[in-house]
């Protein structure tokens, strides 16, 4: 009788001194509502920074819808976090002229986004969503990924929010003949 106790009793020691380290994680904490833009240029796929905006309401899902003013001389182009009805990207948009990013202000520039050290390379595990596809023009979505990720960053997100949609957006602030130069990819992932 000795012996069975004593088994149950180092038993019992075992997983009482297991560290917090070791604790199963508790997936009801409330991580803060985030939302990460990035601009990649349209020629050229190379990343040129972006914003993380932290946002008092909390969501699930990750809904975009667009409010669009159709560029006569000058046009503007929106784009609303629907769940939580805040606008996260707005641009104007110029025929034959230049059109500038609005919101978000303040973004910081590619250096200033860490990169993983390693050469692997991950996807999102759902389709990219196009917002407002351009059919007339070259819209490989892999290329564009390419440029953001490695960045630490997109890594987190993806591990967050692991069936989360990736949206793109190609905003044109220059139409009529617009300069593919001036262009850029909108990407915008939810935590």
């Not at 899902?61 to 159709?70: G, K, L, R, Y």
């Not at 990819?185 to 939810?190: G, V």
């Amino acid at each position: 009788m000795k012996k069975p106790l004593f088994v149950l009793l180092v038993f019992i020691s075992l997983f009482s001194s297991c560290s917090e380290e070791n604790a199963p994680v508790d997936d009801t904490t409330d991580e803060p509502n985030k939302v990460l833009l990035l601009k990649v240029d349209y020629l050229t796929n190379i990343f040129q920074g972006g914003k993380e905006t932290t946002y008092s309401e909390n969501s699930n899902s990750f809904t975009i819808s667009h409010q669009i003013v159709a560029p006569v001389d000058f046009g503007n182009i929106k784009l609303k976090y629907d769940e939580i009805n805040q606008i996260i990207f707005d641009g104007n948009i110029v025929w034959m002229g230049l059109g500038q990013i609005l919101y978000p202000q303040n973004m910081l520039v590619a250096n200033q986004f860490d990169a993983v050290l390693t050469a692997d390379v991950v996807f999102p595990t759902t389709n990219f969503n196009p917002i407002l596809p351009e059919p007339n023009l070259s819209n490989n979505y892999n290329q564009v990924w390419m440029a953001v990720q490695n960045l630490v960053k997109v890594r987190q997100y993806l591990i967050s929010n692991p069936t989360g949609v990736v949206h793109l957006y190609l905003y044109t602030p220059s139409v009529g003949v617009g300069d593919p130069a001036d262009w850029k990819w909108i990407i915008l992932m939810k935590n």
